[in-house]
């Protein structure tokens, strides 16, 4: 078991060990959820990070010139964007 100590500003450092086994880079999404007392963290899986793409495209979905659009994408954590890449090329 692994304690870790959390910031003035809420932010926890998962340890490495711990990273490494999960697979876990700077950019990754984890699900939060309170079982009981327990707090749970759970990597986001590629499905739900199409779906979490998806969603953030219809948040922000606009009429938008090319401008606009890249704008709106620069604000896109870079996961998104290698998830992207990696859904146009399996299309």
């Known amino acids: 078991m692994h304690r870790i100590k959390m910031t003035s500003k809420g932010q926890l450092t998962l340890p ?10 700077a950019g990754s999404y984890l699900e939060v959820r309170i079982r ?16 979490m793409l998806l969603e953030y495209c219809r948040q922000n979905a606009q009429e938008a ?8 994408m620069s604000r896109v954590p870079v996961a998104m ?9 399996e299309g």
Do not use: C
């Not at 490495?16 to 880079?25: A, V």
């Not at 009981?36 to 779906?51: A, F, R, W």
């Not at 010139?65 to 709106?72: G, M, P, T």
């Not at 964007?81 to 090329?89: G, K, N, S």
């Open 16 to 25: 490495k060990q711990i990273r490494e086994k999960l697979r876990l880079r």
């Open 36 to 51: 009981g007392t327990e707090l749970v963290l759970k990597p986001v899986t590629q499905e739900n990070d199409s779906e």
């Open 65 to 72: 010139d090319l401008d606009k659009a890249r704008r709106i």
């Open 81 to 89: 964007h290698e998830r992207v890449r990696q859904l146009r090329e």
